[in-house]
């Protein structure tokens, strides 16, 4: 029998083809001896199918909590006895947000409101907001409101929406344990419409929401079959007072595992470190994913938390000599 | 001393303590105003976050 990461290094590395389903389970159940192997593998994939570049991006939140969804992950969700209130983000701070990203190199700025979808009010902050900062600033404007009409779609693309970010969060079998008040169908389609309309697709998750092992290597390929332009990878921070508030922490060699078999499934795509990095992988863990299979990081804070000061995520990309990616100037 | 708990909003002399609440606190924003333990509406922003409680006004990082 072929050791996995001699045939992954054939497949992945030589062919740039990704892994199966099979194939991402046995990388995720690789004994703890192996997992240096497997980021190292992962590296080389990442450098050769994307290159040494690194997309850096902040966000922040327009609308803050107040969602009607029951996503049993989050804070912001209006139907749990969590601590996060309802609060809109104004015009101008969310100008001087985009400054304050663009001020660290980063080429991606994200909007992201907490709602099922957008309403007239969050499209109407959307195009003045969108306009204010392309008046501003140059960096690439993405966003992330939810479920989509394709009358919204063609909105945002008409404002110059670049990238859209619509998380499937976990795999199709494990989603209704999650979320009740929609459908991983339902996410999927919005996928699709944003995919048609030339938006780049932003599509990742949140591992560590008690998910199996399989469910996470059905969740890699389900990802790569999309072949979403960039997956950001979340790990579960427990917020308090939701459904799964008590849910451990994912052990951090199993985020590891996870961040390796994702990159062995989907060589050519960014693989972004999103939420949670901080409280599971600790400040070294951000270089072993970088040095893993990672080419992409959210700078800065997070939401409705914080996470480390873009700084120490910039030198350290310095330090490894992976050049951050510049504005296109096709912009 | 201010009296409650920035992160669960209970008094801090009923339970002195906090040490996870405040560990927390490295990476999240207060929730509760440490006067008088109400929630507080807070907005994240990349490089900082504001906090505003209705009754003792604005703090931020
Ligand atoms: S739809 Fe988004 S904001 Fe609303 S509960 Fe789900 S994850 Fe949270
Ligand atoms: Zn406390
Ligand atoms: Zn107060």
Redesign the interface.
């Known amino acids: 029998m072929t050791d996995i990461l001699e045939f992954a290094r054939a497949q992945v590395l030589d062919r740039g083809v990704g892994l199966d389903e099979v194939a991402v389970l046995e990388i995720l159940r690789l004994p703890d001896e192996r997992i240096a192997d497997a980021l190292q593998l992962a590296h080389e994939v990442r450098m050769r199918w994307c290159g040494p570049e690194v997309e850096v991006e ?4 327009l609308k ?1 909590g107040g969602c009607p969804e029951d996503c049993h992950f989050c804070s912001q969700s209006g139907l749990f006895s969590s ?3 309802a ?1 809109w ?1 104004d015009i101008p ?1 969310l100008v ?2 985009a400054k ?2 663009a001020a ?1 190199g980063a080429t991606e700025f994200c909007i992201v409101a907490a709602v099922r979808g957008p309403d007239a009010r969050l499209m109407a902050q959307m195009r003045e907001g969108v306009q204010a900062i392309k008046e501003a600033v140059d960096i690439n404007v993405a966003a992330s409101l939810g479920m989509l009409t394709q009358e919204q779609v063609d909105e945002l693309v008409e404002m110059g929406v670049h990238r859209y970010n619509h998380n499937l969060e976990t795999c199709r079998t494990y989603f209704p344990n999650v979320v009740t008040t929609h459908s991983w169908e339902e996410r999927w389609g919005t996928l699709k419409m944003v995919r048609d309309s030339g938006m780049e697709v932003c599509c990742g998750g949140i591992l560590g929401l008690g998910e199996t092992v399989e469910q996470r290597a059905e969740f890699a390929v389900q990802l790569a079959e999309l072949d979403p332009h960039e997956v950001p990878l979340n790990f579960l ?1 427990p917020r ?1 007072g939701t459904p799964l508030e008590d849910q451990p922490v994912l052990d951090p060699k199993d985020a590891l595992r996870a961040i390796a078999a994702f990159r062995l499934a989907m060589p050519r795509t960014i693989i972004r470190y999103a939420g949670g990095r ?2 599971t992988l600790g400040d070294l863990g951000t270089r072993d994913g970088l040095l893993g299979g990672v080419n992409a990081v959210i ?9 480390r000061p ?1 700084t120490q995520d910039l030198e350290l990309l310095a330090e490894l000599k992976m050049p951050v990616k510049a504005l296109s100037a096709t912009l | 001393m201010s009296g409650f708990c920035g ?3 209970r008094a801090l002399s009923t339970e002195p303590a906090h040490v996870d609440c405040a560990a927390a606190l ?4 207060p ?2 105003c440490t006067q008088c333990g109400r ?11 504001s906090a505003t409680c209705v009754e003792h006004g604005a703090l931020s990082s």
């Open positions: 902040g966000i922040v939140s803050t601590p996060v209130r609060v983000l701070s001087e947000a304050q990203t660290t921070n308090p901080e409280i700078v800065g804070n997070y939401l409705t938390t914080l996470g873009a | 992160r669960c909003g490295e990476l999240e924003p929730r509760y929630r507080m509406k807070v907005q994240v922003v990349p490089t900082g976050w």
